[in-house]
């Protein structure tokens, strides 16, 4: 069979949690809590179904959530979607990220992705027959290099891949960021599809830059969030895009021939969760506690921490431990110490190697200090 995807193998997120598993190590690569959610979210998501909301939803998602996202995005960035023709409901944001390229992006067109960046979004580039311009973020610091991106854009540039709070690397782009991005974009036809799944995690009273905060970007991208990030159900696979009623007329055109609509309980459950704002304003809080809780015990270890300014992740450079290459540690330190951890190298096209491992702190605190004490020992 001739493969779509020739380059792709098993992610891997996969392949280090089978591993953590095979090794009985603590899990800190693939990023997903161990510990349970609201026992109220779980609630509001069984009274749907107790009360009959068992049966396929309106295609775009339950009007009811479509209005609490909507609500959500104005009250935190001040932008009206309207519920009717700018909101739908997907099946998580891998759904939607590659439901927006199919939808938006054609044969032939370049995407630009910043690297490193997660791994579904050059798999989905090339299902559309675009081609993936990667751009690498600056090393260490992980900033938008707006000199370099300016460069990559051509003729064929149809649209920019944001992710902030960014996954991997835990930074965060500041409002500057996004005016320097709607300079850049000015006067041109480039699509902004902006993965801001870790919206509601940014720490040391940072505020999330949603494009949709910023007029300028907002007529012009496609936003991605995720409640399994939120409210800590990442198996539910819900979340949504918010978009401009013309690229949301496009989403929809795929999304109702790729998933048609996503799970009615959930959705019912989620939109009567979301009328209280506290569990999502008191996010930042919850996980900066657990980066500082995390980050202390690091500091006590040969490891050299990086900035965590939002997002559940840690990156540390592990070059004072070994000179091993990024895989090869992150192998040894799942088998032999008992800590999985992610290689940042998974996350760049060109697979550079510059010593640096991902965690994931979204973790219980006794998982989190049973890691620690196992990283102690380096
Ligand atoms: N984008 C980024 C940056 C992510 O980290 C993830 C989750 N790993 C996703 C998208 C996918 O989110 P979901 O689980 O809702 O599909
Ligand atoms: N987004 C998660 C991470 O970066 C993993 C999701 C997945 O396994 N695809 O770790």
């Not at 349970?36 to 009007?63: K, T």
């Not at 700018?86 to 944001?93: C, H, M, N, Q, R």
């Not at 006067?187 to 009273?205: K, P, R, S, W």
């Not at 959930?266 to 657990?290: I, T």
Request: with cysteine.
């Amino acid at each position: 069979i001739e493969s779509r995807l020739p380059q792709v193998g098993t992610t891997i997120f996969t392949v280090m949690s089978a591993l953590a598993q095979q090794h009985g190590a603590v899990n800190l690569g693939q990023g997903f809590p161990d510990f349970d959610c609201d026992p109220a979210l779980v609630d509001a998501v069984a009274a749907a179904m107790r009360e009959g909301h068992n049966q396929y939803p309106p295609m775009a998602g339950v009007p009811v959530l479509r209005e609490a996202v909507a609500d959500k995005i104005e009250r935190l960035y001040g932008h009206r979607y309207d519920p009717g023709t700018e909101i739908t409901i997907t099946a998580g944001a891998t759904q939607a990220i590659l439901t927006t390229i199919l939808a938006l992006v054609h044969p032939g067109d370049e995407v630009i992705v910043l690297d490193p960046c997660y791994d579904s979004y050059e798999p989905n580039i090339v299902l559309a027959g675009a081609r993936a311009v990667h751009v690498p973020l600056t090393a260490r610091t992980f900033r938008p290099d707006f000199d370099a991106i300016r460069a990559a854009i051509g003729p064929r540039t149809r649209a920019l891949l944001v992710n902030t709070p960014h996954n991997p690397s835990a930074s965060v782009w500041t409002a500057g960021d996004m005016q320097q991005l709607a300079e850049l974009l000015r006067g041109t036809d480039i699509l902004v599809i902006a993965d801001e799944v870790y919206e509601h995690m940014v720490f040391d009273g940072g505020q999330h830059e949603s494009v949709s905060r910023h007029p300028a970007l907002a007529e012009r991208s496609v936003v991605v969030s995720s409640f399994g990030k939120t409210f800590h159900v990442t198996g539910w696979k819900v979340g949504y895009v918010a978009a401009p009623a013309a690229l949301t007329a496009e989403f929809r055109k795929v999304h109702q021939f790729n998933v048609f609509t996503v799970n009615t309980p959930v959705q019912y459950g989620l939109a009567r969760y979301l009328a209280n704002p506290a569990p999502y304003l008191d996010l930042p809080a919850f996980y900066q506690r657990k980066r500082d809780l995390f980050r202390d015990g690091l500091a006590r270890t040969r490891l050299t921490l990086l900035p965590s300014q939002g997002t559940y992740f840690q990156v540390v450079d592990y070059s004072a431990v070994s000179d091993q290459s990024e895989e090869a540690f992150c192998r040894r330190l799942t088998t032999e110490v008992g800590v999985a951890a992610i290689p940042l190298s998974a996350f760049y096209a060109d697979g550079r190697d510059q010593r640096l491992a991902r965690f994931c702190f979204a973790k219980r605190d006794e998982t989190l200090a049973s890691a620690l004490e196992r990283l102690a020992r380096l």
